[in-house]
Protein backbone atom coordinates (compact mmCIF):
# COMPACT_ATOMS: atom_id res chain seq x y z
CA UNK A 1 0.00 0.00 0.00
CA UNK A 2 2.72 2.30 0.83
CA UNK A 3 4.38 1.98 -2.78
CA UNK A 4 0.72 2.73 -4.08
CA UNK A 5 0.92 6.13 -2.45
CA UNK A 6 4.76 7.06 -3.49
CA UNK A 7 4.27 7.83 -6.86
CA UNK A 8 1.21 10.00 -7.00
CA UNK A 9 1.32 12.94 -9.28
CA UNK A 10 1.56 16.26 -7.02
CA UNK A 11 0.02 18.18 -9.73
CA UNK A 12 -3.61 16.73 -9.67
CA UNK A 13 -3.90 18.32 -6.29
CA UNK A 14 -5.13 17.25 -3.16
CA UNK A 15 -7.21 14.12 -3.39
CA UNK A 16 -10.58 14.78 -1.76
CA UNK A 17 -11.16 11.69 0.24
CA UNK A 18 -7.72 12.16 1.69
CA UNK A 19 -6.86 15.45 2.05
CA UNK A 20 -9.15 16.53 5.24
CA UNK A 21 -7.55 13.27 7.44
CA UNK A 22 -3.58 15.28 6.48
CA UNK A 23 -4.06 17.53 9.16
CA UNK A 24 -5.19 14.90 11.48
CA UNK A 25 -2.68 12.24 12.04
CA UNK A 26 0.65 14.77 11.43
CA UNK A 27 0.26 17.84 13.80
CA UNK A 28 -1.57 15.93 16.31
CA UNK A 29 0.70 13.14 16.49
CA UNK A 30 3.92 15.33 16.26
CA UNK A 31 2.49 17.24 19.74
CA UNK A 32 1.87 14.17 21.60
CA UNK A 33 5.55 12.97 20.92
CA UNK A 34 6.87 16.53 21.61
CA UNK A 35 4.81 16.39 24.96
CA UNK A 36 5.56 13.02 25.32
CA UNK A 37 9.16 13.67 24.83
CA UNK A 38 8.89 16.87 27.12
CA UNK A 39 7.68 14.49 29.62
CA UNK A 40 10.67 12.01 29.10
CA UNK A 41 13.25 14.02 29.89
CA UNK A 42 11.36 15.93 32.92
CA UNK A 43 11.16 12.62 34.58
CA UNK A 44 14.24 10.52 33.43
CA UNK A 45 17.01 13.51 34.31
CA UNK A 46 18.23 12.47 30.85
CA UNK A 47 17.98 9.41 29.12
CA UNK A 48 20.67 9.49 26.51
CA UNK A 49 23.23 11.65 28.55
CA UNK A 50 22.62 10.27 32.07
CA UNK A 51 23.89 12.23 35.54
CA UNK A 52 26.63 10.91 36.89
CA UNK A 53 24.23 9.95 40.08
CA UNK A 54 22.90 6.54 40.39
CA UNK A 55 19.78 6.60 42.93
CA UNK A 56 22.03 4.81 45.19
CA UNK A 57 24.68 7.76 45.09
CA UNK A 58 22.05 10.52 45.39
CA UNK A 59 20.59 8.50 48.00
CA UNK A 60 24.39 8.83 49.77
CA UNK A 61 25.04 12.05 49.14
CA UNK A 62 21.36 13.57 50.16
CA UNK A 63 21.37 11.41 53.88
CA UNK A 64 25.58 13.32 54.08
CA UNK A 65 23.79 16.76 53.79
CA UNK A 66 21.25 15.91 56.15
CA UNK A 67 23.50 14.25 58.29
CA UNK A 68 26.02 17.76 58.70
CA UNK A 69 22.69 19.82 58.53
CA UNK A 70 21.39 18.12 61.95
CA UNK A 71 24.85 17.93 63.36
CA UNK A 72 25.03 21.50 63.54
CA UNK A 73 21.52 21.59 65.00
CA UNK A 74 22.99 18.90 67.96
CA UNK A 75 26.23 21.11 68.46
CA UNK A 76 24.52 23.99 69.08
CA UNK A 77 21.95 22.39 71.87
CA UNK A 78 25.20 20.79 73.35
CA UNK A 79 26.63 21.64 76.76
CA UNK A 80 30.03 21.97 74.82
CA UNK A 81 29.08 24.62 72.50
CA UNK A 82 25.72 26.02 74.33
CA UNK A 83 27.33 25.96 77.92
CA UNK A 84 26.09 27.37 80.71
CA UNK A 85 25.67 30.84 82.36
CA UNK A 86 27.96 32.41 84.64
CA UNK A 87 26.58 31.70 88.37
CA UNK A 88 27.70 33.63 91.60
CA UNK A 89 26.97 31.90 95.07
CA UNK A 90 25.09 33.80 97.99
CA UNK A 91 28.72 34.56 99.40
CA UNK A 92 29.05 36.78 95.91
CA UNK A 93 31.81 34.56 94.20
CA UNK A 94 31.01 33.99 90.98
CA UNK A 95 32.42 31.63 88.13
CA UNK A 96 32.61 32.31 84.67
CA UNK A 97 29.99 30.54 82.26
CA UNK A 98 31.24 28.43 79.43
CA UNK A 99 29.91 28.59 75.31
CA UNK A 100 27.61 30.54 73.94
CA UNK A 101 25.28 31.07 76.81
CA UNK A 102 28.69 31.73 79.10
CA UNK A 103 30.13 34.31 76.46
CA UNK A 104 26.96 35.92 76.17
CA UNK A 105 25.65 35.98 79.25
CA UNK A 106 22.18 34.82 78.23
CA UNK A 107 18.95 33.79 80.05
CA UNK A 108 17.53 30.11 79.43
CA UNK A 109 14.98 32.37 77.29
CA UNK A 110 17.45 33.85 74.92
CA UNK A 111 19.06 31.10 74.49
CA UNK A 112 15.86 28.89 73.30
CA UNK A 113 15.53 31.84 70.99
CA UNK A 114 18.89 31.01 70.04
CA UNK A 115 18.03 27.30 69.16
CA UNK A 116 14.94 28.88 67.28
CA UNK A 117 16.09 31.95 65.44
CA UNK A 118 16.98 29.61 62.29
CA UNK A 119 13.60 28.62 62.30
CA UNK A 120 12.52 32.42 60.94
CA UNK A 121 14.47 32.18 57.93
CA UNK A 122 13.19 28.83 57.21
CA UNK A 123 9.71 29.00 57.78
CA UNK A 124 10.00 32.40 54.62
CA UNK A 125 11.99 30.77 52.70
CA UNK A 126 10.98 26.78 52.50
CA UNK A 127 7.37 28.20 50.51
CA UNK A 128 9.45 30.09 48.06
CA UNK A 129 12.21 27.52 46.73
CA UNK A 130 9.04 25.34 46.43
CA UNK A 131 7.33 27.68 44.43
CA UNK A 132 10.50 28.22 42.76
CA UNK A 133 10.66 24.74 41.52
CA UNK A 134 8.20 25.81 38.35
CA UNK A 135 10.78 28.18 37.29
CA UNK A 136 14.51 26.99 38.16
CA UNK A 137 15.47 23.47 38.29
CA UNK A 138 15.17 21.88 41.71
CA UNK A 139 18.36 20.54 41.77
CA UNK A 140 20.31 23.90 41.36
CA UNK A 141 18.23 25.37 43.62
CA UNK A 142 19.61 23.11 46.69
CA UNK A 143 22.77 23.75 45.54
CA UNK A 144 21.97 28.01 46.10
CA UNK A 145 20.64 26.72 49.04
CA UNK A 146 23.64 25.23 50.34
CA UNK A 147 26.06 27.76 49.65
CA UNK A 148 23.60 30.50 51.80
CA UNK A 149 23.98 27.82 54.77
CA UNK A 150 27.61 27.86 54.23
CA UNK A 151 27.75 31.26 54.49
CA UNK A 152 25.55 31.53 57.21
CA UNK A 153 27.51 28.98 59.95
CA UNK A 154 30.73 30.61 58.67
CA UNK A 155 29.07 33.87 60.15
CA UNK A 156 28.00 32.00 63.59
CA UNK A 157 31.57 31.34 64.14
CA UNK A 158 32.78 35.07 64.03
CA UNK A 159 29.99 36.41 66.02
CA UNK A 160 30.03 38.42 68.60
CA UNK A 161 26.65 39.37 70.86
CA UNK A 162 23.13 37.83 70.97
CA UNK A 163 22.11 39.53 67.93
CA UNK A 164 24.73 38.62 65.41
CA UNK A 165 24.50 34.74 65.89
CA UNK A 166 20.86 35.42 65.61
CA UNK A 167 21.14 36.36 62.43
CA UNK A 168 23.29 34.47 61.44
CA UNK A 169 21.05 31.05 63.11
CA UNK A 170 18.48 32.77 60.76
CA UNK A 171 20.33 32.36 57.26
CA UNK A 172 21.38 28.99 58.37
CA UNK A 173 17.38 28.41 57.90
CA UNK A 174 17.17 30.12 54.85
CA UNK A 175 19.76 27.98 53.57
CA UNK A 176 18.30 25.09 54.76
CA UNK A 177 14.99 25.49 53.15
CA UNK A 178 16.24 24.63 49.77
CA UNK A 179 17.09 21.50 51.03
CA UNK A 180 14.21 20.20 53.16
CA UNK A 181 11.68 21.15 50.88
CA UNK A 182 13.39 18.97 47.66
CA UNK A 183 15.55 16.86 48.68
CA UNK A 184 12.82 14.20 49.58
CA UNK A 185 10.89 14.21 46.26
CA UNK A 186 14.59 13.60 44.51
CA UNK A 187 14.25 10.56 46.48
CA UNK A 188 10.76 9.84 46.47
CA UNK A 189 11.07 9.39 42.38
CA UNK A 190 14.36 7.15 42.55
CA UNK A 191 13.70 5.12 45.01
CA UNK A 192 13.08 1.16 44.19
CA UNK A 193 8.68 0.94 44.61
CA UNK A 194 9.43 -1.86 46.85
CA UNK A 195 11.77 -0.17 49.31
CA UNK A 196 10.72 3.38 48.41
CA UNK A 197 9.81 3.86 52.44
CA UNK A 198 13.07 2.11 53.67
CA UNK A 199 14.62 4.44 51.61
CA UNK A 200 13.06 7.62 53.18
CA UNK A 201 13.64 6.11 56.14
CA UNK A 202 17.60 6.31 55.99
CA UNK A 203 17.12 9.78 54.96
CA UNK A 204 15.10 10.97 57.78
CA UNK A 205 17.04 8.90 59.82
CA UNK A 206 19.87 11.33 59.39
CA UNK A 207 17.77 13.82 61.96
CA UNK A 208 18.09 11.81 65.11
CA UNK A 209 21.67 10.57 63.87
CA UNK A 210 22.86 14.12 63.23
CA UNK A 211 21.34 15.76 66.40
CA UNK A 212 23.03 12.60 68.27
CA UNK A 213 26.75 13.08 66.34
CA UNK A 214 26.18 16.89 67.14
CA UNK A 215 26.13 16.59 70.89
CA UNK A 216 28.93 14.45 71.03
CA UNK A 217 30.43 16.44 68.77
CA UNK A 218 29.55 19.68 70.35
CA UNK A 219 30.77 18.31 73.72
CA UNK A 220 34.56 17.66 72.40
CA UNK A 221 35.10 20.45 70.42
CA UNK A 222 33.92 23.05 73.03
CA UNK A 223 36.89 21.83 74.73
CA UNK A 224 38.82 23.81 72.51
CA UNK A 225 36.21 26.51 71.58
CA UNK A 226 32.78 26.72 70.37
CA UNK A 227 33.29 29.18 67.52
CA UNK A 228 35.30 26.05 65.69
CA UNK A 229 32.35 24.10 65.61
CA UNK A 230 30.69 26.34 63.24
CA UNK A 231 33.72 26.90 60.93
CA UNK A 232 34.25 22.62 60.76
CA UNK A 233 30.33 22.50 59.50
CA UNK A 234 31.15 25.13 56.31
CA UNK A 235 34.14 23.16 55.91
CA UNK A 236 32.49 19.49 55.69
CA UNK A 237 29.49 21.35 53.48
CA UNK A 238 31.69 23.03 50.68
CA UNK A 239 32.33 19.83 48.64
CA UNK A 240 28.35 19.10 48.07
CA UNK A 241 27.97 23.22 47.63
CA UNK A 242 30.05 22.57 44.45
CA UNK A 243 28.34 19.51 43.72
CA UNK A 244 25.07 21.38 43.13
CA UNK A 245 26.64 23.95 40.56
CA UNK A 246 28.96 21.45 38.52
CA UNK A 247 26.93 18.21 38.30
CA UNK A 248 24.73 17.32 35.60
CA UNK A 249 21.10 18.34 37.36
CA UNK A 250 18.17 16.08 37.11
CA UNK A 251 14.32 16.61 37.21
CA UNK A 252 11.73 15.86 39.86
CA UNK A 253 8.86 14.07 38.34
CA UNK A 254 6.07 16.61 37.63
CA UNK A 255 8.19 19.54 36.03
CA UNK A 256 9.52 20.02 32.97
CA UNK A 257 13.02 21.53 32.42
CA UNK A 258 12.62 25.19 32.71
CA UNK A 259 12.41 26.78 29.51
CA UNK A 260 10.33 23.83 27.91
CA UNK A 261 6.86 24.38 26.78
CA UNK A 262 5.54 22.49 30.06
CA UNK A 263 7.23 24.13 32.05
CA UNK A 264 5.60 27.37 30.86
CA UNK A 265 2.37 25.66 31.74
CA UNK A 266 3.07 24.49 34.53
CA UNK A 267 3.79 27.94 36.39
CA UNK A 268 0.85 29.14 34.66
CA UNK A 269 -1.79 26.66 35.72
CA UNK A 270 -0.17 24.41 38.22
CA UNK A 271 0.37 21.73 36.11
CA UNK A 272 1.34 20.28 32.93
CA UNK A 273 -1.63 18.47 31.27
CA UNK A 274 -3.99 21.76 30.67
CA UNK A 275 -3.27 23.32 27.10
CA UNK A 276 -2.78 26.90 28.08
CA UNK A 277 -0.67 28.59 25.33
CA UNK A 278 2.45 30.38 26.44
CA UNK A 279 5.12 32.12 24.97
CA UNK A 280 8.70 29.47 24.64
CA UNK A 281 10.44 32.57 25.79
CA UNK A 282 7.92 34.38 28.14
CA UNK A 283 9.01 33.87 31.68
CA UNK A 284 5.67 33.54 34.39
CA UNK A 285 4.82 37.56 36.16
CA UNK A 286 5.27 38.03 40.11
CA UNK A 287 1.25 37.89 39.84
CA UNK A 288 0.94 34.80 38.13
CA UNK A 289 3.00 33.44 40.62
CA UNK A 290 1.63 34.80 43.06
CA UNK A 291 -1.95 32.93 41.89
CA UNK A 292 -0.60 29.42 41.49
CA UNK A 293 1.10 29.86 44.80
CA UNK A 294 -2.42 30.60 46.50
CA UNK A 295 -4.35 27.89 44.32
CA UNK A 296 -1.74 25.34 45.39
CA UNK A 297 -2.02 26.42 49.40
CA UNK A 298 -5.50 26.21 48.62
CA UNK A 299 -5.72 22.35 47.65
CA UNK A 300 -3.26 21.37 50.44
CA UNK A 301 -5.97 22.68 53.06
CA UNK A 302 -8.33 21.31 51.54
CA UNK A 303 -6.60 17.73 51.73
CA UNK A 304 -7.93 16.57 54.47
CA UNK A 305 -5.24 13.86 54.86
CA UNK A 306 -2.37 16.03 54.49
CA UNK A 307 -4.13 18.23 56.94
CA UNK A 308 -4.30 15.60 59.97
CA UNK A 309 -1.05 14.29 59.18
CA UNK A 310 0.47 18.00 59.58
CA UNK A 311 -1.45 18.40 62.82
CA UNK A 312 -0.27 15.29 64.29
CA UNK A 313 3.56 16.19 63.06
CA UNK A 314 3.03 19.86 65.09
CA UNK A 315 2.12 17.90 68.66
CA UNK A 316 5.20 15.63 67.92
CA UNK A 317 7.67 18.01 66.71
CA UNK A 318 6.77 20.07 69.86
CA UNK A 319 8.09 17.90 71.88
CA UNK A 320 10.94 16.23 69.66
CA UNK A 321 12.62 19.87 69.36
CA UNK A 322 12.31 20.80 72.94
CA UNK A 323 14.09 17.19 73.46
CA UNK A 324 16.83 17.62 70.91
CA UNK A 325 18.00 20.85 72.41
CA UNK A 326 17.27 21.23 76.62
CA UNK A 327 18.02 16.58 76.95
CA UNK A 328 21.51 16.99 77.68
CA UNK A 329 21.07 19.80 80.23
CA UNK A 330 17.87 18.05 81.55
CA UNK A 331 19.88 14.50 82.24
CA UNK A 332 22.69 16.66 83.56
CA UNK A 333 20.47 18.17 86.30
CA UNK A 334 18.33 15.16 87.05
CA UNK A 335 20.71 12.27 86.91
CA UNK A 336 23.78 14.18 87.06
CA UNK A 337 25.50 12.80 84.55
CA UNK A 338 28.78 14.43 84.42
CA UNK A 339 28.90 13.38 80.40
CA UNK A 340 25.31 14.09 79.30
CA UNK A 341 26.27 15.53 75.88
CA UNK A 342 27.82 11.81 75.29
CA UNK A 343 25.26 9.91 76.77
CA UNK A 344 22.05 11.44 75.20
CA UNK A 345 23.91 11.75 72.09
CA UNK A 346 24.59 7.64 72.06
CA UNK A 347 21.51 6.95 72.70
CA UNK A 348 19.76 9.26 70.10
CA UNK A 349 21.92 7.89 67.60
CA UNK A 350 21.22 4.29 68.42
CA UNK A 351 17.49 4.86 68.60
CA UNK A 352 16.74 7.25 65.22
CA UNK A 353 19.07 4.76 62.79
CA UNK A 354 17.06 1.46 64.04
CA UNK A 355 13.92 3.00 64.72
CA UNK A 356 14.01 5.17 61.38
CA UNK A 357 15.05 2.13 59.29
CA UNK A 358 12.36 -0.07 61.36
CA UNK A 359 9.43 1.97 61.23
CA UNK A 360 10.09 2.31 57.08
CA UNK A 361 11.00 -1.48 57.13
CA UNK A 362 7.59 -2.91 58.36
CA UNK A 363 5.07 0.31 56.70
CA UNK A 364 6.92 -1.76 53.38
CA UNK A 365 5.97 -4.73 54.43
CA UNK A 366 2.29 -3.60 55.52
CA UNK A 367 2.11 -2.61 51.96
CA UNK A 368 2.72 1.46 52.07
CA UNK A 369 -0.77 2.74 52.20
CA UNK A 370 -1.96 5.95 53.63
CA UNK A 371 -4.17 4.26 56.13
CA UNK A 372 -1.16 1.85 57.08
CA UNK A 373 1.03 4.77 57.78
CA UNK A 374 -1.81 6.01 60.07
CA UNK A 375 -2.03 2.58 62.08
CA UNK A 376 1.77 2.82 62.25
CA UNK A 377 2.19 6.47 63.41
CA UNK A 378 -0.52 6.33 66.16
CA UNK A 379 0.43 2.99 67.35
CA UNK A 380 3.97 3.86 67.63
CA UNK A 381 3.83 7.19 69.05
CA UNK A 382 1.19 6.31 72.16
CA UNK A 383 3.78 3.17 72.86
CA UNK A 384 6.90 5.48 72.58
CA UNK A 385 4.78 8.20 74.84
CA UNK A 386 4.44 5.84 77.19
CA UNK A 387 7.75 4.61 77.31
CA UNK A 388 9.49 8.37 78.07
CA UNK A 389 6.73 9.41 80.09
CA UNK A 390 7.68 6.49 82.39
CA UNK A 391 11.46 6.98 82.59
CA UNK A 392 11.08 10.40 83.32
CA UNK A 393 9.83 9.07 86.62
CA UNK A 394 12.55 6.81 87.36
CA UNK A 395 14.93 7.83 90.18
CA UNK A 396 17.76 5.34 88.85
CA UNK A 397 19.78 6.50 85.80
CA UNK A 398 20.27 2.87 84.28
CA UNK A 399 16.15 2.38 84.10
CA UNK A 400 15.73 5.81 82.75
CA UNK A 401 17.86 5.22 80.35
CA UNK A 402 16.48 1.95 79.41
CA UNK A 403 13.21 3.12 79.33
CA UNK A 404 13.92 6.34 77.48
CA UNK A 405 15.78 4.26 75.28
CA UNK A 406 12.79 2.21 73.63
CA UNK A 407 10.39 5.03 73.56
CA UNK A 408 12.32 6.79 71.51
CA UNK A 409 12.94 3.68 69.08
CA UNK A 410 8.90 3.78 68.97
CA UNK A 411 8.95 7.56 68.40
CA UNK A 412 11.57 7.54 65.82
CA UNK A 413 9.75 4.88 63.97
CA UNK A 414 7.13 8.31 62.81
CA UNK A 415 10.02 9.45 60.70
CA UNK A 416 9.41 7.41 57.44
CA UNK A 417 5.70 6.93 57.88
CA UNK A 418 4.86 10.79 58.13
CA UNK A 419 6.84 11.66 55.09
CA UNK A 420 5.73 8.85 53.39
CA UNK A 421 2.10 10.56 53.27
CA UNK A 422 2.95 13.89 53.25
CA UNK A 423 4.27 13.28 49.68
CA UNK A 424 1.77 10.76 48.69
CA UNK A 425 -1.67 12.30 49.57
CA UNK A 426 -0.65 15.16 46.80
CA UNK A 427 -0.23 15.22 43.34
CA UNK A 428 3.94 14.89 42.08
CA UNK A 429 3.87 18.76 41.35
CA UNK A 430 2.69 19.98 44.60
CA UNK A 431 5.29 17.35 46.47
CA UNK A 432 7.78 20.28 47.26
CA UNK A 433 5.33 22.65 48.33
CA UNK A 434 3.84 19.73 50.78
CA UNK A 435 7.26 19.59 52.21
CA UNK A 436 7.70 22.80 52.31
CA UNK A 437 4.62 24.00 54.24
CA UNK A 438 4.65 20.76 56.42
CA UNK A 439 8.06 21.70 57.45
CA UNK A 440 6.70 25.41 58.29
CA UNK A 441 4.10 23.99 59.81
CA UNK A 442 5.91 21.79 62.14
CA UNK A 443 8.51 24.40 63.03
CA UNK A 444 6.68 27.87 63.62
CA UNK A 445 3.97 25.73 65.84
CA UNK A 446 6.07 22.73 67.37
CA UNK A 447 9.77 23.51 67.65
CA UNK A 448 10.48 27.31 67.58
CA UNK A 449 7.69 28.02 70.05
CA UNK A 450 8.73 24.94 72.03
CA UNK A 451 12.72 25.34 73.06
CA UNK A 452 11.58 28.89 74.78
CA UNK A 453 8.51 27.91 75.95
CA UNK A 454 10.26 25.06 78.28
CA UNK A 455 12.92 27.23 79.07
CA UNK A 456 10.39 29.52 80.27
CA UNK A 457 8.34 26.78 81.89
CA UNK A 458 11.81 25.81 83.93
CA UNK A 459 12.27 29.00 84.95
CA UNK A 460 9.17 29.15 86.46
CA UNK A 461 8.91 25.82 88.44
CA UNK A 462 12.72 25.27 88.61
CA UNK A 463 12.15 21.11 88.54
CA UNK A 464 13.42 19.63 85.25
CA UNK A 465 11.70 16.32 85.85
CA UNK A 466 8.25 18.06 86.29
CA UNK A 467 9.12 19.97 83.04
CA UNK A 468 10.22 16.56 81.05
CA UNK A 469 6.83 15.01 82.40
CA UNK A 470 4.57 17.77 81.09
CA UNK A 471 6.46 18.26 77.83
CA UNK A 472 6.50 13.80 77.04
CA UNK A 473 2.11 14.11 77.80
CA UNK A 474 1.97 16.08 74.37
CA UNK A 475 2.93 13.33 72.34
CA UNK A 476 0.35 11.40 73.64
CA UNK A 477 -1.47 14.10 71.98
CA UNK A 478 -0.19 13.65 68.88
CA UNK A 479 -1.00 9.77 68.41
CA UNK A 480 -4.35 10.83 69.52
CA UNK A 481 -4.18 12.84 65.81
CA UNK A 482 -2.79 10.31 64.04
CA UNK A 483 -5.52 7.97 64.94
CA UNK A 484 -8.17 10.00 63.22
CA UNK A 485 -6.25 9.64 60.26
CA UNK A 486 -6.90 5.86 60.32
CA UNK A 487 -10.82 6.94 59.51
CA UNK A 488 -10.40 9.39 56.78
CA UNK A 489 -11.35 8.39 53.12
CA UNK A 490 -7.47 8.39 51.34
CA UNK A 491 -6.03 8.08 48.16
CA UNK A 492 -2.35 7.47 47.14
CA UNK A 493 -1.91 10.31 44.48
CA UNK A 494 1.98 9.23 43.04
CA UNK A 495 0.40 9.08 39.69
CA UNK A 496 -2.29 11.46 39.73
CA UNK A 497 -0.37 14.72 37.85
CA UNK A 498 -2.80 16.13 36.17
CA UNK A 499 -5.12 14.28 33.07
CA UNK A 500 -2.18 13.93 30.66
CA UNK A 501 -1.98 10.62 29.35
CA UNK A 502 1.88 10.76 28.59
CA UNK A 503 2.51 11.71 32.45
CA UNK A 504 0.93 8.48 34.07
CA UNK A 505 3.03 5.81 34.76
CA UNK A 506 2.44 2.35 36.46
CA UNK A 507 3.20 2.30 39.98
CA UNK A 508 3.69 -1.28 40.38
CA UNK A 509 5.84 -1.30 37.05
CA UNK A 510 8.00 1.86 37.29
CA UNK A 511 11.77 1.34 38.08
CA UNK A 512 13.97 4.57 39.30
CA UNK A 513 14.38 7.41 37.20
CA UNK A 514 17.96 7.26 37.13
CA UNK A 515 17.68 3.63 36.12
CA UNK A 516 15.83 4.58 33.16
CA UNK A 517 18.85 5.28 30.76
CA UNK A 518 17.76 3.30 27.69
CA UNK A 519 14.20 4.65 27.61
CA UNK A 520 15.33 6.90 24.11
CA UNK A 521 17.71 4.26 22.92
CA UNK A 522 15.60 1.22 22.98
Known amino acids: MVEKEKPEDPSKG ?7 KLPSPVVPA ?3 KEAGSDMARANTSSSVNPSWFTPKRLLFIFCIINLINYVDRGAIASNGVNGSRKTCSESGACSGGSGIQGEFNLTNFEDGVISSAFMVGLLVASPIFASSANSFNPFRLIGVGLTVWTFAVTLCGFSHNFWTIAVGRMLVGVGEAS ?3 LAAPFIDDNAPVARRTVWLGAFYMCIPTGIAVGYVYGGWIGQYSWRWAFWVEAILMLPFVILGFVM ?7 FSPAGSKGASRAVEDGSEGKEEVADKSSKPSCSSGVRVFGR ?4 LCLEKVYVVNVLGYIAYNFVIGAYSYWGPKAGYNIYHMSNADYMFGGVTAVCGILGSLIGGFVLDRMTATLSN ?5 SVATLCGAAFCFA ?13 FAIGELLVFATQAPVNFVCLHCVKPSLRPLSMAMSTVSIHIFGDVPSSPLVGLLQDKINNWRRTAL ?3 SILFVAAGIWFIGIFIHSVDRFNEDNEDPVAVVNKANSTPLLDQRTVETA
Open 30 to 32: ETE
Open 373 to 377: AFKLL
Open 248 to 254: KPLQLKG
Open 391 to 403: AFCFKSLYLFLAM
Open 179 to 181: FIS
Open 14 to 20: PNPSTSP
Open 296 to 299: NMKA
Open 470 to 472: ILT
